[in-house]
């Protein structure tokens, strides 16, 4: 009797609750006066109180740090410069800053609290994010249901959006769609990766780990498939949940299969920092090429938190990495323009969060002409930014999205690191990037 | 002098089998993995036991002393020495690693009293259930305070021991490995002795046994309870620095689930059997590492926590039984 309750006392420990902390920040936009150039116009009555919103919903503390900030650094610059033109039609800009990482890790269930709270701020106009595609398959249900845009600069995962996945997460109003997304899905980048280890580096043969999770399964399977095509050999595939803390027996069996590459598939706060620290201290994986998805190629240089240079520090050699997005910007007053408001390089996905944040500025221009109020202009704004038939210049080029919110102009970048940069703590170096067509026009 | 059935030949034989049929299965190197993990398993596992063993507390915080070490011992690295990378120098390393295990083992020793103090001894006559929800207390308390100390993502430790490798019967073992397996072996022999030769492991035992007559004999409860703390924290201490050198990376929610797999082994072995704590870390280590040698290493976690509940099923008082007092 007495072990039973023992039993039932290890299980009862393992019912834990966790405080949910995400944070609601308000940052104030930039300089408020309008310079020379357009006269400030007065704000339409559909602008109530003289400022509307644009969200954000990124993953902006701990292991997430280097992901998501540099991110909503995109929109708040954007913000900012639109401010300093005078606003949106005579309306001012604000930002609602959301963070879905809990303990340090993006969590979907965070996201989709997150997302009912910028539902319900009925000043925001649009929403930039999520950057993460399993926090995205949580909150599009709920935008979805409200009529509120989300523009997702880094989001790769197929069924986000493709059917017949993609149905089920908008089954309130399956004609209007809420999500639209600048980044190339994994049905482009595992195979550019596998394209670039197979073609690019010379290797013929491939070990395979993933994270367990939406984002890291499905680039994994893209890159397998297209990397059994070009003719090379998958040695193993693993998958190993966040929760994991000794990979070496996993690379250890891995290579003893003899593996000219390991292709990393997920992110870095999910595992794959460490997978390559430990990866890296196994007999026969000392020097090999590590390839891995955006998830990996953070951008972030080593001493950035959470980078995975920072957590993988002298085992970062000899990694590559591609990011779903263009590093050759059609705009290339960006970079400096980041620089200067930051004091740092843009991150991977930087560009494209600011070119999301043009697309809602763009659609709520479009929109304040018809809108009588906030619910209204939020209406307009989304079905200006889904409407096929509409493209908006950006900073990444012209943009328009196919009818399940797709970019039908989709980029690959391809990064490696260099570990002379940084002061000798290494940081990413752009190799080539390649353009594609619409991933839905089979 | 008679050898002990229960005491000895069992768990050596317990011990050969399991360690016979780890390393048929996984091979030189993957066995190599399996002990340098299942050290750390055993060094925590030996701090739920003795624990248990005394105050029949489930201290479902141990996992996150655990933790707590593994941060100390980044600090003392970092902070109070100034080190960032490996030292070749052996005299100096056995120096540094000297300093660095025993600044560790004392100072946790003492957090371990401390949270005794304030958070156990207070209900030590209030029904069971009373402390152990004080326990998961206590373990977000020290996650929080890490978490707000050092940050929610993962921390770099200096890795001071060089990573080299030499050949062995067919495979490259890290002098790490062998290092951690020998201190935790060490360390083990060491609180064997402890507590079967000295008047205070006599004090721990009968305390074990019945706390009221030995407090009768004139056993201080109070401080023979502290001091098994103490001892427990240290050991989970040590663990931490290992974990540190071992992984280069750790993160403030590291103990949960090292915690419950070390809590498993415990229970595995035979809960407040100190012995049995020591074969089960190895055994749940070898789990592990045999079912991702399999390719199954999502179900690693799965394969544990199965034959947790094999154990309890099939022979609640584990491996080697219990050692518990009259009134278990």
Known sequence: ??????????????????????????????????????????????????????????????????NGAPTANGVKLAIKQQNAKGGVAGCKLDI??????????????????????????????????PFNSGVAKAEIPISNGAGLLMCSPANTNNGVTQPPE??????????????????SPDSIQGPSAADYLYKDLGKTSVYIIDDTETFGVGVGDTFQAEFKKLGGNVVKRDSAPKSTTDYTPLFTAAAALNPQGVYLAGTTPTGMGLALKQGR??????????????????????????ATITI??????????????????????????????????????????????????????????????????????????????????????????????????PFISFYKVDMTLAGGKGDWTFVKQESFSDPNAQ | MTVDFRRVIRPVAIGTIALLTEYALLGTQQFANALTLGAIYALIALGYTMVYGIVELINFAHGDIFMVGSFLAMWIMTTLLGLSGPV???????????????????????????????????????????????????????????????????????????????????????????????????????????????RLGRAMRSTAQDREAAELMGVDINQTIAITFFIAAALAGAGGVIQGLYFGSIKFDLGFFVGLKAFTAAVLGGIGNTTGAAIGGFIIAFVEVYATVLGYTQWSE???????????????????????????
């Open chain 1, 96 to 129: 609602n800053v959301q963070d879905d990482a809990l303990n340090g890790v993006h969590d979907p269930q965070t996201g989709a609290k997150n997302m009912q709270t910028l539902v319900a701020d009925a000043a925001v106009m649009g929403v930039v994010g």
């Open chain 2, 302 to 328: 799965v394969a544990v926590f199965t034959v947790l509940i094999l154990v309890l099923v099939f022979r609640p008082s584990g491996l080697l039984g219990q050692q518990l007092g009259e009134r278990a």
């Open chain 2, 88 to 198: 070749t120098n052996l005299l100096n390393l056995v120096g540094l690693l000297s300093i660095v295990m025993f600044a560790t083992m004392v100072g946790m020793g003492f957090i371990g009293m401390f949270i005794e103090r304030f958070a156990y001894r207070p209900l030590r006559h209030a029904p069971r259930l009373a402390p152990l929800i004080t326990a998961i207390g206590v373990s977000f308390i020290l996650q929080n305070i890490i978490s707000s100390l050092f940050g929610p993502s993962p921390v770099n430790v200096p890795q001071i021991v060089p990573l080299d490798k030499f050949a062995f019967m067919g495979g490259k073992i890290g002098y790490l490995n062998v290092f951690m397996v020998v201190l935790a072996v060490v360390l083990m022999i060491a609180l064997q002795l402890f507590v079967g030769r000295t």
């Open chain 1, 312 to 409: 993988a520090g002298a085992a970062s050699h000899d990694v590559y990495g591609t990011v779903g997005s263009a590093h050759d910007l059609a705009d290339n007053t960006f970079t400096a323009a980041y620089t200067t408001e930051f004091g740092g390089a843009p991150g991977a996905y930087s560009a494209a969060a600011y070119a999301c944040a043009q697309i809602i500025i763009a659609s709520l221009d479009k929109a304040s002409a018809t809108a009588t109020d906030l619910a209204s202009a939020r209406e307009g704004v989304r079905a200006n930014a889904v409407n096929s038939a509409n493209s908006f210049t950006t900073v990444l080029g012209s943009l328009n999205f196919d009818k399940y919110g797709d970019n039908v102009h």
């Open chain 1, 166 to 183: 993609g149905d089920t997460y908008r089954k309130t109003n399956p004609t209007k769609i809420s999500y639209i997304r600048t980044a």
């Open chain 1, 1 to 66: 009797m007495k072990y039973g309750k023992l039993g039932a006392l290890g299980a009862g420990a393992l019912l834990v609750f966790s405080a949910c902390s995400g944070t609601t920040a308000t940052a104030a936009p930039g300089t408020s006066t309008a310079p020379g150039g357009s006269s400030a116009v007065a704000a339409g009555a559909w602008c109530v109180g003289g400022t509307v919103k644009i969200g954000t919903e990124l993953p902006m503390s701990g292991g997430e740090t280097a």
């Open chain 1, 281 to 306: 201290t196994v007999s026969g994986l000392e020097t090999v090429p590590f390839v891995g998805p955006d998830g990996v190629a953070d951008l972030g240089p080593g001493g950035t938190q959470g």
